[in-house]
Protein backbone atom coordinates (compact mmCIF):
# COMPACT_ATOMS: atom_id res chain seq x y z
CA UNK A 1 0.00 0.00 0.00
CA UNK A 2 1.27 3.66 -0.45
CA UNK A 3 2.32 5.25 2.20
CA UNK A 4 2.63 8.96 0.44
CA UNK A 5 0.11 10.95 -1.53
CA UNK A 6 0.58 14.03 -3.70
CA UNK A 7 -2.46 15.40 -4.99
CA UNK A 8 -3.00 17.63 -7.95
CA UNK A 9 -5.52 20.04 -6.50
CA UNK A 10 -7.73 21.35 -9.36
CA UNK A 11 -10.09 18.57 -10.88
CA UNK A 12 -8.66 16.24 -8.29
CA UNK A 13 -9.52 17.54 -5.22
CA UNK A 14 -12.26 20.49 -6.23
CA UNK A 15 -14.31 20.82 -9.20
CA UNK A 16 -13.21 24.69 -10.93
CA UNK A 17 -13.56 23.50 -14.38
CA UNK A 18 -16.71 25.54 -14.60
CA UNK A 19 -14.89 28.46 -13.46
CA UNK A 20 -11.67 28.38 -15.36
CA UNK A 21 -13.34 27.71 -18.95
CA UNK A 22 -15.51 30.60 -18.10
CA UNK A 23 -12.15 32.47 -17.42
CA UNK A 24 -10.62 30.83 -20.31
CA UNK A 25 -13.23 31.56 -22.71
CA UNK A 26 -13.10 35.19 -21.57
CA UNK A 27 -9.80 35.20 -22.77
CA UNK A 28 -10.48 33.58 -25.63
CA UNK A 29 -13.28 36.49 -26.77
CA UNK A 30 -10.68 39.52 -26.10
CA UNK A 31 -8.57 38.10 -28.54
CA UNK A 32 -11.48 37.26 -30.90
CA UNK A 33 -11.02 33.23 -30.87
CA UNK A 34 -14.17 31.17 -30.66
CA UNK A 35 -15.02 29.52 -27.14
CA UNK A 36 -14.33 26.43 -25.65
CA UNK A 37 -17.62 23.85 -24.96
CA UNK A 38 -16.91 21.77 -22.32
CA UNK A 39 -16.21 18.69 -24.00
CA UNK A 40 -14.03 20.21 -26.43
CA UNK A 41 -12.18 22.07 -23.57
CA UNK A 42 -11.47 18.49 -21.53
CA UNK A 43 -9.79 17.23 -25.33
CA UNK A 44 -7.64 20.15 -25.98
CA UNK A 45 -6.56 21.81 -22.63
CA UNK A 46 -3.11 20.48 -21.10
CA UNK A 47 -0.66 21.13 -19.16
CA UNK A 48 1.91 22.81 -18.82
CA UNK A 49 -0.88 25.91 -19.17
CA UNK A 50 1.81 27.90 -20.82
CA UNK A 51 2.07 25.59 -23.93
CA UNK A 52 -1.62 25.37 -24.08
CA UNK A 53 -1.90 29.37 -24.66
CA UNK A 54 1.07 29.46 -26.79
CA UNK A 55 -0.51 26.92 -29.01
CA UNK A 56 -3.48 29.17 -29.65
CA UNK A 57 -2.24 32.75 -28.57
CA UNK A 58 1.42 32.50 -29.19
CA UNK A 59 2.14 35.88 -29.81
CA UNK A 60 0.37 37.08 -26.29
CA UNK A 61 2.77 36.90 -23.15
CA UNK A 62 1.53 34.59 -20.28
CA UNK A 63 1.60 37.64 -18.20
CA UNK A 64 -0.54 39.49 -20.14
CA UNK A 65 -3.26 36.90 -20.00
CA UNK A 66 -2.99 36.38 -16.59
CA UNK A 67 -4.02 40.11 -16.34
CA UNK A 68 -7.32 38.73 -17.89
CA UNK A 69 -7.67 35.36 -16.84
CA UNK A 70 -7.28 36.17 -13.05
CA UNK A 71 -10.75 38.63 -12.69
CA UNK A 72 -12.43 36.74 -15.32
CA UNK A 73 -12.47 33.37 -12.86
CA UNK A 74 -13.15 35.87 -9.81
CA UNK A 75 -16.02 36.94 -11.21
CA UNK A 76 -17.37 33.21 -13.48
CA UNK A 77 -20.81 32.25 -11.95
CA UNK A 78 -20.46 28.48 -11.59
CA UNK A 79 -19.14 28.12 -8.34
CA UNK A 80 -16.29 25.91 -6.94
CA UNK A 81 -16.73 22.94 -4.84
CA UNK A 82 -15.20 20.41 -3.34
CA UNK A 83 -15.21 17.30 -5.39
CA UNK A 84 -17.32 14.63 -3.98
CA UNK A 85 -15.46 11.78 -1.87
CA UNK A 86 -12.78 14.04 -1.77
CA UNK A 87 -12.77 14.87 1.79
CA UNK A 88 -13.86 11.84 2.38
CA UNK A 89 -10.58 10.45 0.77
CA UNK A 90 -8.53 12.50 2.71
CA UNK A 91 -9.69 12.12 6.36
CA UNK A 92 -9.22 8.25 5.34
CA UNK A 93 -5.48 9.42 4.73
CA UNK A 94 -5.38 11.31 7.85
CA UNK A 95 -6.85 8.43 9.88
CA UNK A 96 -4.43 5.87 8.32
CA UNK A 97 -1.30 7.49 8.77
CA UNK A 98 -0.69 8.59 4.97
CA UNK A 99 1.33 11.29 4.64
CA UNK A 100 -0.50 13.56 1.78
CA UNK A 101 0.59 16.59 -0.15
CA UNK A 102 -0.31 18.82 -2.96
CA UNK A 103 1.53 20.07 -5.60
CA UNK A 104 -0.71 21.87 -8.19
CA UNK A 105 -0.46 24.49 -11.14
CA UNK A 106 -3.10 26.95 -9.61
CA UNK A 107 -2.35 30.11 -8.51
CA UNK A 108 -0.89 30.44 -5.14
CA UNK A 109 -3.30 33.13 -3.77
CA UNK A 110 -6.38 31.53 -5.26
CA UNK A 111 -5.39 28.16 -4.20
CA UNK A 112 -4.65 29.17 -0.05
CA UNK A 113 -8.07 30.57 -0.04
CA UNK A 114 -9.89 27.69 -0.98
CA UNK A 115 -7.66 25.52 0.78
CA UNK A 116 -8.78 27.59 3.99
CA UNK A 117 -12.71 27.89 2.77
CA UNK A 118 -13.04 24.08 2.46
CA UNK A 119 -10.78 23.50 5.87
CA UNK A 120 -8.44 21.22 4.14
CA UNK A 121 -5.32 22.37 4.98
CA UNK A 122 -5.22 20.09 7.76
CA UNK A 123 -4.92 16.85 5.70
CA UNK A 124 -1.52 18.38 4.43
CA UNK A 125 1.90 18.05 5.67
CA UNK A 126 2.96 20.55 3.00
CA UNK A 127 1.65 21.92 -0.07
CA UNK A 128 3.37 23.37 -3.54
CA UNK A 129 1.74 25.69 -5.78
CA UNK A 130 1.97 27.85 -8.35
CA UNK A 131 4.06 25.58 -10.22
CA UNK A 132 3.50 25.63 -13.83
CA UNK A 133 5.85 23.03 -15.03
CA UNK A 134 5.20 20.49 -12.02
CA UNK A 135 8.03 17.96 -13.05
CA UNK A 136 10.52 21.41 -12.13
CA UNK A 137 9.32 20.37 -8.68
CA UNK A 138 9.02 16.90 -7.81
CA UNK A 139 12.28 15.64 -7.38
CA UNK A 140 12.64 18.61 -4.61
CA UNK A 141 10.04 17.17 -2.94
CA UNK A 142 10.59 14.10 -2.76
CA UNK A 143 13.64 14.89 -1.50
CA UNK A 144 13.07 17.15 1.21
CA UNK A 145 10.38 14.99 2.79
CA UNK A 146 12.05 12.04 2.40
CA UNK A 147 9.67 10.19 0.50
CA UNK A 148 10.45 6.69 -1.11
CA UNK A 149 9.45 6.49 -4.79
CA UNK A 150 8.03 3.02 -4.45
CA UNK A 151 5.64 4.07 -1.62
CA UNK A 152 4.66 7.18 -2.77
CA UNK A 153 2.21 7.81 -5.60
CA UNK A 154 0.77 11.23 -7.61
CA UNK A 155 -2.74 11.51 -7.98
CA UNK A 156 -3.97 13.55 -10.75
CA UNK A 157 -6.40 14.26 -13.74
CA UNK A 158 -4.32 15.38 -16.30
CA UNK A 159 -1.42 13.78 -18.75
CA UNK A 160 1.22 15.83 -16.75
CA UNK A 161 0.05 14.76 -13.66
CA UNK A 162 1.22 11.38 -14.89
CA UNK A 163 3.91 12.69 -16.75
CA UNK A 164 5.57 13.98 -13.71
CA UNK A 165 4.94 10.64 -11.43
CA UNK A 166 7.20 8.92 -13.88
CA UNK A 167 9.25 11.82 -13.74
CA UNK A 168 10.02 11.23 -10.39
CA UNK A 169 10.16 7.57 -10.42
CA UNK A 170 6.56 7.65 -8.82
CA UNK A 171 3.59 5.43 -9.53
CA UNK A 172 0.93 7.36 -11.09
CA UNK A 173 -2.68 7.60 -10.36
CA UNK A 174 -5.35 9.43 -12.67
CA UNK A 175 -8.76 10.05 -11.95
CA UNK A 176 -11.28 10.97 -14.29
CA UNK A 177 -13.28 13.85 -12.21
CA UNK A 178 -11.07 16.59 -14.06
CA UNK A 179 -9.73 18.60 -17.18
CA UNK A 180 -9.13 15.98 -19.47
CA UNK A 181 -10.74 13.60 -20.88
CA UNK A 182 -10.46 10.06 -20.40
CA UNK A 183 -9.32 9.07 -24.33
CA UNK A 184 -6.63 11.78 -23.75
CA UNK A 185 -5.67 10.10 -20.22
CA UNK A 186 -5.41 7.14 -21.90
CA UNK A 187 -3.19 8.04 -23.99
CA UNK A 188 -0.06 7.94 -21.15
CA UNK A 189 -1.12 5.02 -19.72
CA UNK A 190 -1.18 5.68 -16.11
CA UNK A 191 -0.31 3.17 -13.79
CA UNK A 192 -4.04 3.13 -12.26
CA UNK A 193 -7.21 4.48 -13.97
CA UNK A 194 -9.49 5.19 -10.89
CA UNK A 195 -13.43 6.94 -11.61
CA UNK A 196 -13.12 8.94 -8.34
CA UNK A 197 -11.08 8.89 -5.54
CA UNK A 198 -14.20 6.63 -3.38
CA UNK A 199 -12.53 3.99 -5.68
CA UNK A 200 -9.14 5.06 -4.78
CA UNK A 201 -10.12 4.95 -1.04
CA UNK A 202 -11.50 1.47 -1.46
CA UNK A 203 -8.79 -0.26 -3.38
CA UNK A 204 -6.36 1.27 -0.83
CA UNK A 205 -8.52 -0.49 1.91
CA UNK A 206 -8.67 -4.02 0.83
CA UNK A 207 -5.10 -3.45 -0.87
CA UNK A 208 -5.87 -6.89 -2.63
CA UNK A 209 -9.09 -8.29 -3.48
CA UNK A 210 -10.55 -11.11 -1.35
CA UNK A 211 -11.51 -12.85 -4.06
CA UNK A 212 -11.70 -12.41 -8.23
CA UNK A 213 -14.41 -11.34 -9.72
CA UNK A 214 -16.24 -12.74 -12.43
CA UNK A 215 -17.68 -11.00 -15.77
CA UNK A 216 -19.84 -11.71 -18.49
CA UNK A 217 -18.89 -10.29 -21.97
CA UNK A 218 -20.64 -11.34 -25.33
CA UNK A 219 -19.61 -11.20 -28.66
CA UNK A 220 -22.34 -10.09 -30.91
CA UNK A 221 -22.95 -10.76 -34.15
CA UNK A 222 -25.53 -9.08 -36.54
CA UNK A 223 -26.89 -12.84 -38.43
CA UNK A 224 -25.46 -11.95 -41.05
CA UNK A 225 -21.63 -11.97 -40.61
CA UNK A 226 -20.71 -9.01 -38.74
CA UNK A 227 -19.36 -8.37 -35.26
CA UNK A 228 -19.76 -5.54 -32.95
CA UNK A 229 -16.86 -3.72 -30.94
CA UNK A 230 -16.98 -1.07 -28.91
CA UNK A 231 -13.96 0.80 -28.15
CA UNK A 232 -13.37 1.87 -24.22
CA UNK A 233 -11.22 3.67 -21.92
CA UNK A 234 -11.12 1.08 -19.57
CA UNK A 235 -9.52 -0.72 -21.75
CA UNK A 236 -7.03 1.37 -22.25
CA UNK A 237 -8.69 2.65 -25.45
CA UNK A 238 -8.72 -0.69 -27.13
CA UNK A 239 -11.53 -2.46 -28.94
CA UNK A 240 -13.69 -5.08 -27.22
CA UNK A 241 -17.11 -6.61 -26.41
CA UNK A 242 -19.67 -5.23 -24.23
CA UNK A 243 -20.45 -7.08 -21.00
CA UNK A 244 -19.62 -6.60 -16.84
CA UNK A 245 -19.88 -8.04 -13.28
CA UNK A 246 -22.18 -10.13 -12.08
CA UNK A 247 -24.19 -8.73 -9.18
CA UNK A 248 -24.87 -10.74 -6.33
CA UNK A 249 -28.17 -13.10 -6.61
CA UNK A 250 -28.19 -12.90 -10.31
CA UNK A 251 -27.85 -15.60 -13.24
CA UNK A 252 -24.56 -14.89 -15.47
CA UNK A 253 -27.24 -15.15 -18.23
CA UNK A 254 -29.27 -12.23 -16.93
CA UNK A 255 -26.36 -10.58 -15.97
CA UNK A 256 -25.17 -10.63 -19.77
CA UNK A 257 -28.52 -9.64 -20.89
CA UNK A 258 -28.88 -6.90 -18.63
CA UNK A 259 -24.98 -5.70 -18.78
CA UNK A 260 -25.35 -6.17 -23.07
CA UNK A 261 -28.96 -3.69 -22.66
CA UNK A 262 -27.37 -1.16 -20.19
CA UNK A 263 -23.86 -0.57 -22.18
CA UNK A 264 -25.61 -0.44 -25.52
CA UNK A 265 -29.61 -0.94 -25.82
CA UNK A 266 -29.27 -3.89 -27.71
CA UNK A 267 -31.55 -6.99 -26.78
CA UNK A 268 -30.12 -10.59 -27.83
CA UNK A 269 -31.17 -13.47 -28.08
CA UNK A 270 -29.41 -17.42 -29.41
CA UNK A 271 -27.00 -17.42 -26.57
CA UNK A 272 -24.14 -19.68 -26.43
CA UNK A 273 -21.31 -20.02 -23.64
CA UNK A 274 -17.96 -19.84 -25.43
CA UNK A 275 -15.42 -19.96 -22.93
CA UNK A 276 -13.79 -18.80 -19.51
CA UNK A 277 -10.47 -16.78 -19.31
CA UNK A 278 -8.30 -15.77 -16.20
CA UNK A 279 -7.68 -12.01 -16.67
CA UNK A 280 -4.55 -11.10 -13.45
CA UNK A 281 -3.37 -7.95 -13.59
CA UNK A 282 -3.58 -7.45 -16.78
CA UNK A 283 -1.63 -4.03 -18.61
CA UNK A 284 -4.38 -3.82 -20.60
CA UNK A 285 -7.13 -2.72 -17.62
CA UNK A 286 -7.30 0.57 -16.17
CA UNK A 287 -6.15 -0.82 -12.55
CA UNK A 288 -5.03 -3.95 -11.75
CA UNK A 289 -7.53 -6.48 -11.22
CA UNK A 290 -8.13 -9.90 -11.30
CA UNK A 291 -10.87 -11.47 -13.87
CA UNK A 292 -12.65 -14.41 -14.46
CA UNK A 293 -14.44 -13.66 -17.51
CA UNK A 294 -17.31 -15.99 -19.14
CA UNK A 295 -17.67 -15.27 -22.76
CA UNK A 296 -20.33 -15.42 -24.67
CA UNK A 297 -21.66 -15.44 -28.18
CA UNK A 298 -25.33 -14.04 -29.01
CA UNK A 299 -27.42 -13.07 -32.12
CA UNK A 300 -28.70 -8.97 -31.96
CA UNK A 301 -31.99 -8.26 -32.58
CA UNK A 302 -31.13 -5.11 -33.99
CA UNK A 303 -28.30 -3.04 -34.86
CA UNK A 304 -29.18 0.51 -33.20
CA UNK A 305 -26.76 1.04 -31.22
CA UNK A 306 -26.53 3.45 -28.27
CA UNK A 307 -23.99 3.91 -25.90
CA UNK A 308 -23.84 5.03 -22.16
CA UNK A 309 -20.74 6.43 -20.97
CA UNK A 310 -18.75 3.82 -20.46
CA UNK A 311 -17.70 3.39 -23.52
CA UNK A 312 -16.36 5.56 -27.07
CA UNK A 313 -17.16 4.82 -29.91
CA UNK A 314 -19.24 1.41 -31.85
CA UNK A 315 -18.24 -0.44 -35.24
CA UNK A 316 -20.28 -3.27 -36.98
CA UNK A 317 -17.93 -4.98 -39.71
CA UNK A 318 -16.31 -8.23 -40.51
CA UNK A 319 -14.42 -10.86 -38.04
CA UNK A 320 -11.64 -10.27 -40.54
CA UNK A 321 -11.63 -6.59 -40.79
CA UNK A 322 -12.20 -6.68 -36.76
CA UNK A 323 -8.64 -8.81 -36.25
CA UNK A 324 -6.98 -6.03 -37.67
CA UNK A 325 -8.15 -3.66 -35.26
CA UNK A 326 -6.72 -3.04 -32.03
CA UNK A 327 -8.27 -5.23 -29.91
CA UNK A 328 -8.17 -6.33 -26.14
CA UNK A 329 -6.20 -9.68 -25.39
CA UNK A 330 -9.39 -11.70 -24.09
CA UNK A 331 -11.65 -10.01 -26.64
CA UNK A 332 -9.15 -11.31 -29.47
CA UNK A 333 -8.93 -14.71 -27.89
CA UNK A 334 -12.70 -15.16 -27.89
CA UNK A 335 -12.80 -14.39 -31.51
CA UNK A 336 -10.37 -16.56 -32.47
CA UNK A 337 -12.20 -19.36 -30.26
CA UNK A 338 -15.37 -18.26 -32.25
CA UNK A 339 -14.46 -18.40 -35.67
CA UNK A 340 -12.89 -21.81 -34.88
CA UNK A 341 -15.71 -23.16 -33.80
CA UNK A 342 -18.11 -21.35 -36.82
CA UNK A 343 -19.91 -19.88 -34.28
CA UNK A 344 -20.94 -16.30 -36.23
CA UNK A 345 -23.43 -17.15 -38.63
CA UNK A 346 -22.18 -15.98 -42.36
CA UNK A 347 -18.45 -14.69 -41.15
CA UNK A 348 -15.44 -15.30 -43.06
CA UNK A 349 -12.12 -14.81 -41.35
Known amino acids: ?27 FERYNLPPFDRDNF ?18 ISLAELEIHFRPAFSMAKTPVTVLPHAREKLEWCTHHG ?8 MDTQAFEQQMDEFKLRHHFEATYSGIIDKRDMIHEIIGRHRLKPHETAFVGDMTHDVETARHGGLSSIAVLTGYQHPEVLATVRPDLTV ?3 EVLRNLMHRQVAARPITTVGALIHDGAGRVL ?15 GKIKRGESSLDALTREVREETNLQISDIEFVLNQDCIASPEFMH ?20 NDEAEEFV ?14 PT ?10 KLIPHAHA
Open 98 to 105: IRAFVLTS
Open 1 to 27: MFRNLIFDWSGTLVDDLGPVIEATNAV
Open 42 to 59: RRQFRLPYSEFYAEFLPD
Open 195 to 197: PDL
Open 288 to 307: PEHFILLNYVARATGTDVQL
Open 229 to 243: MIRTHKWSGLWGIPG
Open 332 to 341: RVLLDEALAR
Open 316 to 329: WLTPAEALKMPLNT
